[in-house]
């Protein structure tokens, strides 16, 4: 398996609190991507980066910030958290070559109550 | 932009029986097409993919996908399921303008029964 690992694996938030999620990889890829998963919508991409401190918003970007300050990690913050960003969110890895294929972490569950 | 459509959300079949899950894609440039599965529970594999070349392509769990540039499809079709088969399937496209960042489909529920 692809050395790709998101923290926290369950998180439940209240309304209006701030949440970071983590991704870490060890396969020193270049690219890293977060993404949401919704019943009837599939996977959603929220942001992506292509190297350190470069980053680039997605489909559904409003409410989501990220950080990527060294190549192995890369953090989705939700400012302020929603009902609405309750979800399973995933982190993937893509190396430089477009053949390497992308590579998903095991997910977060986040529920905003 | 490029956008996915797949046009089933769910596809029953009985074990040992074929399967097309079918993929339309929208997109302005050309584009790298893929096959995902995701099993209950756990994050996306990469199934299959065209990048270039061969326009069917094929995996090594016996299923296939046909690119098909005038029809704009990425069809995924597998001759005789079984159960261990029943995931969720999603189609997704890439391009080199967005990162080659991964665009979904809303994925097609393949339940395989005896």
């Known amino acids: 398996d692809a050395g790709i690992t998101q923290s926290p694996r369950h998180k439940v938030t209240e309304t209006g609190t701030p949440v970071t999620l983590r991704c870490h990889q060890t396969?020193?890829?270049?690219?890293m991507y977060w993404y949401r998963q919704d019943p009837g919508h599939g996977l959603r991409l929220i942001h992506y980066s292509y190297g350190v401190k470069d980053t680039d918003k997605g489909e559904v970007s409003d409410g989501y910030s990220v950080s990527r300050s060294k190549t192995e990690d890369f953090l989705l913050t939700l400012e302020s958290a929603t009902s609405s960003q309750t979800s399973v969110y995933f982190c993937?890895?893509?190396?430089?070559?477009?053949?390497?294929?992308?590579?998903f972490g095991q997910g977060t569950r986040l529920t905003v109550v | 932009a490029q956008s996915v459509t797949q046009l089933d959300s769910q596809v029953p079949v009985f074990e040992e029986a074929p399967v097309e899950l079918r993929c339309n894609y929208s997109s302005s440039v050309s584009v790298y097409l893929f096959w995902y599965v995701q099993y209950p529970n756990q994050g996306l594999q990469l199934l299959l993919k065209y990048l270039s070349g061969s326009t069917l392509v094929e995996s090594i769990n016996g299923f296939e996908a046909e690119f098909n540039k005038s029809q704009t499809s990425f069809h995924l079709r597998k001759p005789s399921v079984h159960i261990s088969d029943t995931a969720e399937y999603f189609c997704a496209v890439s391009h080199s303008n967005s990162g080659y960042a991964l665009n979904f489909g809303k994925g097609t529920s393949l339940l395989v029964t005896p």
């Open positions: 993937a890895i893509s190396g430089q070559n477009l053949n390497t294929e992308a590579f």
């Open positions: 396969e020193n890829h270049r690219y």
